[in-house]
Structures are given as C-alpha cells and as structure tokens.
C-alpha cells in the first residue's frame, strides 16, 4: 500500500523568504502525486499534479514541485511567499491498477504560518 | 459554479443518533468520495464510489454507510453515532475513471458527536 509522509507538522516563514515543504512518499511503481493546499475552514484546492514528463511541475498562485525517484520526494517550493499563503498543505500519492487517481493517500499536512 | 456542495456545514449529535450527510457535485464527474479530516492524521478515505451504481470501502468505512443516489450525489449515513466520529467531513469527486484529473473537495461538514 501507498503512503505519504509530511516530516514538518508547522512551518513558519517571513513574507517575501522561499519555501519548500518536504514529502516523501511510498510506492512500488511510478506515482501519481499532487499537493493540495486547505484554508481555514475550506475545503482544499489543486496546486499542481505529477503523472508523468517533465520532473519539475509547475501549479497555481507560483508554486512548483519536482518528482525525484531517487529520493522518492515530492517538494513544493515556492520563491517568495505572500501573507496569503498561510494555510495548510497536503501532499497525496494516488494508485490503483486501473484508476489514475481513484485512491489518494494524504500525508498529515504541513501548517504554514507567514510573519511580516 | 457551484462544484462540490455539501450540506449540513455543521452539526451537533447526541450518541446514538442517526445522520446522513449529503453531497452533490454538477460537474458531470464520474467518481465520488468520502474522506473524514482529524487533527495530526490528514485525510482518511472512507468510502468511494467510481461510477453510479458502484460503491467500495475505503480505508476507514466502520460506522459507516454510503448511497450513491445517482450520478450527482453522494450520501454518508451514520446509523449509530460515536463520540470517535466527530470530524470533519469532505467530499470530492473526479472525472472520468482513468482518467488523470483530480479530485474536487467542498467545503467540508463539521460534525460534533457528544
């Protein structure tokens, strides 16, 4: 079975500094993987996907990630963070033998916090 | 541009009552979810559904039973609640099966077991 680990439970970073949040996952063949990201009291939105190509994705409001087999990573970067970046990210790994994402496995999340 | 709708946003129950938490998505997506959210565990699956007529255990489906009415919804019903159900609750769906879209979530159902 798939899972997913997010090593930092809380983050905080200074408005304008880069970001990288960290998740390794686990799976036997290639993944597909996604971050997500949840403002309080919603529901969490798309930032990007990997399935395939390119090892360095790029998503919404800025935000990449690269694939790296080797390391069995997926982290999300960011070059500069804005004040409306604090929310809680998710990294999730989807499987199944005939589904392209049917069944996701979330990590635990990482909460950002920005300071001015 | 609704999405993914779900209803109640809150609800408080007493133990042993029974609920059911409805969703409802408009983007003609084949494949539905439910998922609960507890502090410190991220997202657990509780039940999918890949097509209307079909409906599977995910990894968390004890206390729990789903009904995929049709198409657009998708229901959770709790028949007997426990003060370890309080969570909140979310719903997603997806597109095609094999598709390579993602899962859409609403806004999530804060449920409180006392």
């Known amino acids: 079975a798939q899972s997913v680990t997010q090593p930092d439970i809380h983050i905080t970073v200074s408005e304008g500094a880069s970001l990288e949040l960290r998740c390794n996952y686990s799976?036997?063949?290639?993944?597909?993987l996604f971050w997500y990201v949840q403002s309080p009291g919603q529901g969490l939105q798309l930032l990007l996907k990997?399935?395939?190509?390119?090892?360095l994705v790029q998503g919404i409001k800025g935000f990449e990630a690269e694939f790296k087999r080797s390391q069995s990573s997926f982290n999300l970067r960011k070059p500069s963070v804005h004040w409306s970046d604090a929310a809680e990210y998710f990294c999730a790994v989807g499987a199944g033998s005939n589904f392209g994402n049917e069944k996701l496995t979330f990590g635990t999340g990482t909460r950002l916090t920005i300071i001015p | 541009n609704a999405g993914v709708t779900q209803t109640p946003k809150f609800q408080v129950l007493k133990t042993g009552q029974s609920m059911t938490l409805q969703c409802a998505q408009d983007?003609?997506?084949?494949?539905m979810y439910w998922y609960r959210q507890d502090p410190g565990m991220g997202l657990r699956l509780i039940y999918y559904?890949?097509?209307?007529?079909?409906?599977d255990k995910g990894e968390v489906p004890n206390g729990y039973n789903v009904s995929r009415l049709n198409k657009r919804e998708f229901s959770l019903r709790l028949e007997s609640a426990a003060p370890s159900q309080t969570s909140v609750y979310f719903c997603?769906?997806?597109?095609?099966?094999?598709?390579?879209?993602?899962?859409?979530f609403g806004d999530g159902t804060r449920l409180s077991i006392l």
């Open positions: 799976y036997g063949a290639t993944p597909y």
């Open positions: 990997y399935f395939s190509g390119d090892t």
């Open positions: 997603a769906s997806s597109a095609q099966i094999g598709s390579n879209q993602p899962q859409h």
């Open positions: 559904s890949a097509s209307e007529g079909t409906t």
């Open positions: 983007m003609n997506h084949n494949s």
